[in-house]
C-alpha cells in the first residue's frame, strides 16, 4: 500500500507534471493551451491517481482515498468518478449531506452511468428515504437492465417495506 509520504510525491510529481505540461503547450502551440499528447497524458496521469484512490477506498484507507479524490477535482472539478467516489465513502461514514451532493454531482456530470444511479439510491437507502432510494434504482436499471447492484438494491428494499408494511 502508499504510504503518505509516497502518495505526497507522486501528487507533487502530478502538480509539477500539469504545470510543465502547460508550459510546453505554450511552447509548441504559441499559445495559452496544452497540445494533445499532454492532455492525453493528464488524463492518463488522473486515471492513475483515480485507480489509486479506488485502491485505497477498496482497502478502507478512507481519509487517504478522500485526499486522492480531493486532488484530482481540485485539477478536474467535472471527474465524475471522484465525485462518485467522494459519495460512496462519505455515505458508508453516515456523513449523508456531502455524500448526496457528491453523489447528485456525479449522476449530472455521467447521467447514463447506471451505476451512479444506483449508488445515488444505495446513499437514500441509508438515510432511510425509501421511496427517492425505489426511484434511484429503478432508474438505474432502465439505463442498464444488468445492472446486478441496483436489482438486488431494489429487491431488499422492496422486500424490507413489504414485510414492514410501509
Keep these: 500500500m502508499f504510504s503518505l509520504k509516497r502518495l505526497l510525491w507522486v501528487l507533487g510529481c502530478l502538480f509539477l507534471f500539469t504545470g510543465c505540461a502547460s508550459q510546453l503547450g505554450k511552447q509548441a502551440t504559441g499559445s495559452t ?3 494533445e499528447k499532454n492532455q492525453q497524458q493528464l488524463a492518463q496521469r488522473m486515471e492513475e491517481m483515480y485507480q489509486l484512490g479506488r485502491k ?5 484507507q ?3 482515498a ?3 479524490y480531493e486532488h ?11 465525485h462518485n467516489g467522494l459519495g460512496v465513502i462519505y ?9 448526496l451532493q457528491h453523489l447528485q454531482k456525479a449522476v449530472s456530470l455521467a447521467p447514463l452511468a447506471s451505476h451512479l444511479r444506483n449508488n445515488l439510491g444505495y446513499a437514500y437507502l441509508l438515510m432511510g428515504r425509501d421511496a427517492e432510494a ?7 436499471l432502465r439505463l442498464d437492465p444488468e445492472n446486478v447492484n441496483a436489482r438486488a438494491n431494489l429487491n431488499a428494499i422492496r422486500n424490507k ?5 410501509d
Design 91 to 99: 455515505a458508508i461514514q453516515g456523513r449523508f449531506e456531502p455524500a
Design 66 to 68: 478522500i485526499t486522492t
Design 72 to 82: 484530482i477535482l481540485a485539477i478536474n472539478p467535472n471527474h465524475a468518478e471522484a
Design 62 to 64: 478512507f481519509s487517504e
Design 33 to 35: 493551451g496544452v497540445s
Design 161 to 165: 417495506t413489504e414485510t414492514t408494511g
Design 134 to 140: 425505489i426511484g434511484a434504482f429503478e432508474h438505474a
Design 56 to 60: 485505497q477506498q477498496e482497502a478502507a
